[in-house]
């Protein structure tokens, strides 16, 4: 379903960095108050690694500040379950096939067991489930016929049963990249095929041997379509011709952006006004890779660490700039993450007891914090920034809860601020986390950390000192820490 606008009016102060123009311009959606999104979604032969986790993450939170600033949300992000081959290249093995033997399964047994395998990574990371969700074998047909009007314009053409793109007949070719045709190396991931007119063409439908077990019937004979047909043919069917935002990897560019907008806008259909591409991961400052033996699933991270410690650790970098996984990575995402939650939690648990009122003082400096966390989202999605501010918003909340008690009304704004930035637009207070909202066994908590504290007062006025101290150790071992205050003692964890 299509996210709903908010309550605002949609902000017109956003601005972003557009791959295409190489510089920082202002967001002006094709239709009022809406927003059409294309994401490049995932390849399911494997599970998802570190990479996907970078790119989800980072379009999410666009896509969240959106909705926030006002906007309706239709975000699309498309599943490709036939037609990647090995290598990103025009000939061998698809990727789905290859898997589906060494694992004695239908490719489409594989496809299911993979895509379901990336919804629960996402789930984990707190991502949005997107608006649609189109796979590519669920749109064969609307494939064959971008591919006929390619055709019948002189931009394609048919060889041995396979459809290649004429990449000389397009001569923009290559203007997101800045790569020109003429500079662009031939041959250096296959051995350049006898049927193409220039080893440049790329496949648009693929002739199918009699071993190859994903195969549709088309206009050519009995094949499937090329990688990159996909989201040209998806992204026009749901979002239409000019939509807004095109999303992807910085790996993506080229070729398969580059050949996606070739594909449509050479078919006549104005294609993505925006581009915007998300940089790489680095761990151990090496770029991840299979080949150098770093290559980690999302899996096996969030078996290690906090699922919402590894978002916090993401929206930590722009989404432009690399982001370094590592275990100092992880313990400084680790320590600024329990920062922020316990704050919330402290303010959550004032709440109960708060008296009616404001805070005037407060009140000026969460409104500060706020207006510099929206500016930050406003110029290109500035996640660091935005962090900032929630630090400092928690800085000045500790300061006055460590000298007292705000008002309610305060207090509810100050929650509100967490949750609605921290919260809603960069995702780091999932449902259910501890110390903040919806944790079921919250109210026994409370009830047995209220029975343990007055167990330790009654320990103090009775001068057993050991054992109160004993006590107050045993929670600190659980990460409980009791502060005395004027006002009696309180815990936070």
């Not at 749109?139 to 004429?166: K, N, T």
């Not at 969030?302 to 100092?328: C, I, K, N, P």
């Not at 009775?462 to 502060?483: M, S, W």
Request: proline share 5%.
């Amino acid at each position: 379903m299509t996210h709903p606008a908010q309550s605002r009016e949609p902000d017109p102060n956003i601005v972003l960095y557009d791959t295409m123009q190489r510089r920082k311009v202002p967001f002006v959606p094709s239709t009022p108050g809406r927003v059409g999104m294309y994401l490049c979604g995932p390849t399911v032969y494997s599970d998802a690694h570190l990479g996907h986790a970078k790119k989800e993450v980072a379009f999410d939170v666009i896509r969240r500040a959106l909705l926030h600033f006002g906007y309706a949300v239709r975000y699309v992000a498309n599943i490709t379950d036939v037609g990647h081959l090995q290598n990103d290249s025009d000939d061998g093995e698809d990727k789905i096939a290859r898997r589906a033997a060494l694992e004695q399964l239908e490719p489409m047994e594989v496809a299911d067991k993979y895509f379901w395998s990336f919804v629960k990574d996402m789930d984990a990371l707190n991502i949005l489930k997107p608006s649609i969700n189109p796979r590519a074998t669920g749109h064969i047909g609307e494939q064959i016929a971008l591919i006929e009007e390619l055709i019948e314009r002189g931009h394609a053409y048919e060889s041995a049963g396979s459809v290649y793109f004429d990449v000389r007949s397009w001569p923009e070719y290559g203007k997101l990249s800045g790569r020109k045709l003429d500079d662009q190396e031939e041959g250096t991931r296959e051995a350049v095929r006898e049927e193409k007119r220039d080893p440049r063409d790329f496949a648009l439908w693929k002739n199918a041997g009699p071993e190859h077990l994903m195969r549709w019937d088309s206009p050519w004979g009995v094949g499937f379509p090329g990688w990159h047909i996909e989201c040209s043919a998806m992204s026009l069917k749901y979002l239409g011709e000019g939509f807004d935002i095109h999303g992807g990897g910085l790996d993506l560019q080229f070729p398969h952006h580059e050949a996606e907008i070739a594909q449509a806008e050479a078919a006549g259909h104005p294609f993505a006004r925006y581009w915007m591409h998300n940089n790489m991961l680095t761990i151990g400052g090496e770029k991840m890779s299979k080949s150098k033996g770093n290559f980690t699933t999302i899996q096996d991270v969030l078996a290690q660490h906090d699922a919402m410690v590894v978002r916090f650790l993401l929206v930590g970098s722009h989404y432009r700039s690399v982001t370094e996984f590592s275990q100092e990575a992880f313990e400084g995402a680790r320590n600024g993450y329990r920062r922020l939650t316990e704050a919330l939690g402290e303010v959550e648990r004032r709440m109960k007891d708060a008296p009616a009122g404001s805070d005037v003082a407060l009140d000026a400096k969460v409104a500060a914090h706020v207006q510099a966390f929206e500016d930050a989202m406003r110029d290109d999605f500035n996640t660091p920034k935005a962090v900032a501010a929630l630090f400092g918003l928690t800085t000045d909340v500790n300061a006055a809860l460590g000298a007292g008690t705000p008002g309610r009304d305060t207090l509810e704004r100050v929650q509100e601020a967490y949750m609605s930035l921290g919260g809603g637009v960069l995702g780091l207070f999932a449902e259910g986390l501890p110390a903040t909202r919806g944790k079921d066994d919250a109210p026994v908590v409370d009830a047995l950390m209220e029975l343990v504290l007055k167990a330790r007062q009654n320990y103090r006025l009775t001068k057993q000192y050991a054992e109160a101290d004993t006590l107050r150790d045993t929670l600190a071992g659980v990460g409980v820490t009791v502060e005395d205050t004027k006002d009696g003692p309180r815990w936070k964890r």
